[in-house]
């Protein structure tokens, strides 16, 4: 078993920067990919970014890509999302997830995904 465990989360205006970082423990493996979605009230859950353990190869969703950096500390067990330019549409529970097939290409669909968090609430407003 793999536990992932969301921070960073809170209440921030419209501009302003935000990470949101994301410790693994428990079974984890250089082999995996992992994820950031994000859940809005009423919507579905949606893909944002991933990156692969192994060697840090990155994969975003095309309304964040320049906005949003995925990184992660091996070292830590630990990814990150940097937010920067937060938008209202931005608000929403982000999730973490774990993609133990770490098969390339790198995947935005939720069912690729074995483990999850909890989540980290974000709310961007003035």
């Known amino acids: 078993q793999v536990q992932l465990v969301e921070s960073g989360g809170g209440l921030v205006q419209p501009g302003a920067s935000l990470r949101l970082s994301c410790t693994a423990s428990g079974r984890t493996s250089s082999s995996y990919a992992m994820g950031w979605f994000r859940q809005a009230p009423g919507k579905e859950r949606e893909f944002v970014a991933a990156v692969s353990w192994s060697d840090g190869v990155t994969y975003y969703e095309y309304s964040v890509k320049g906005r949003f950096t995925i990184s992660r500390d091996n070292a830590k067990n630990t990814v990150y999302l940097e937010m920067n330019n937060v938008k209202p549409e931005d608000t929403a529970v982000y999730y973490c997830?774990?993609?133990?097939?770490?098969?390339?290409?790198?995947?935005?669909?939720?069912?690729?995904?074995?483990?999850w968090g909890q989540g980290t609430q974000v709310t961007v407003s003035s």
């Open positions: 997830a774990a993609d133990k097939s770490g098969i390339r290409p790198l995947s935005g669909r939720k069912n690729r995904y074995d483990y």
